[in-house]
C-alpha cells in the first residue's frame, strides 16, 4: 500500500496541508508516498489583476487561520504582470523526482519548498531560474548533489515537460477535481483518504478506518 499525494504548489489549501502531511509520514513511515502534480492553473496566460488578487487573500486567510502557516500577502499584492501560471512549479517538482526519483518525503519537501518560496518568499515561481534555486538548495539538503545548471536543464527538457502532462492526466483519471487530495493505493485500488485540507490526527484516523475496513 502507499499514500498517493494530489497537489499543487501554487494552491493555498495545499500550503496548509503540506506540514501535515509531512506530519502523517512521519506517524506511518511504512507506508510509501507518490506526489502527483495536478496543474490547478497550468497554461493560464491571462494577467492577475488586482480583483484576481483582492479574491485570493480571503482563502489565505483561512487557510493561515487553520494551519498556522504564514502568507506574505505584501510581495503578492506588489507583483505586477503576474501570469499565475501553476504548469512551471508542477514541472519543477517533476524535474526533482526525475534528478532524485520518488523518494517520498524527500520529494515532499522539494514541494514544500517550493510553496515557501511562492507564500513566504514572495519568489517568482513561474521562473524557471528561481525554481532552480530553491529545489537544489531542498536537494542539496536531502543528500542530492546536483547543480542549478542541471536542474534548468532537466526542468527544460521536453521529456520532463511531457511527464508534467502525465501527471495531470493522471490527477484526472484519479478522479481528484480540488486540491488538496490524499489518497490510498492498494493493488489495483485507489481509496480516498482526504479531500481537501484536514489537521494530521484528522487523517491518522481517516487512514486507520480505512484500512480497518480493508482488512
Not at 44 to 61: I, M, N, Q, S, Y
Request: charged share 25%; aromatic share 10%; with cysteine.
Amino acid at each position: 500500500m502507499k499514500l498517493v499525494y494530489v497537489g499543487d504548489p501554487m494552491c493555498s489549501w495545499c500550503y496548509g496541508f503540506g506540514r501535515e502531511l509531512s506530519a502523517l509520514i512521519a506517524r506511518v513511515p511504512d507506508l510509501g508516498l507518490e506526489i502527483v502534480v495536478g496543474g490547478l492553473r497550468a497554461g493560464a496566460t491571462d494577467v492577475l489583476d488586482e480583483a484576481g488578487k483582492r479574491f485570493r487573500l480571503p482563502h489565505w486567510k483561512r487557510v493561515e487561520a487553520l494551519s498556522g502557516l504564514p502568507f506574505n500577502r505584501e510581495a503578492f499584492m506588489a507583483r505586477e504582470g503576474f501570469v499565475y501560471d501553476t504548469e512551471p512549479v508542477c514541472r519543477a517538482v517533476v524535474a526533482a523526482r526525475r534528478i532524485a526519483g520518488d523518494r517520498g518525503q524527500g520529494l515532499l519537501n522539494v514541494f514544500r519548498s517550493l510553496q515557501h518560496a511562492f507564500y513566504v518568499d514572495g519568489l517568482d515561481t513561474t521562473d524557471g531560474h528561481v525554481l532552480a534555486e530553491v529545489a537544489v538548495a531542498t536537494l542539496r539538503a536531502n543528500g542530492i548533489a546536483v547543480t542549478v545548471d542541471q536542474f534548468y536543464e532537466t526542468w527544460m527538457n521536453p521529456e520532463t515537460i511531457e511527464e508534467a502532462r502525465r501527471d495531470f492526466a493522471r490527477a484526472r483519471a484519479l478522479g481528484v477535481t480540488s486540491f488538496p487530495a490524499l489518497l490510498l493505493e492498494r493493488g489495483d485500488h485507489v481509496y480516498a483518504v482526504s479531500d481537501g485540507y484536514a489537521s494530521v490526527d484528522a487523517l491518522e484516523q481517516a487512514l486507520s478506518q480505512l484500512e480497518s475496513k480493508l482488512q
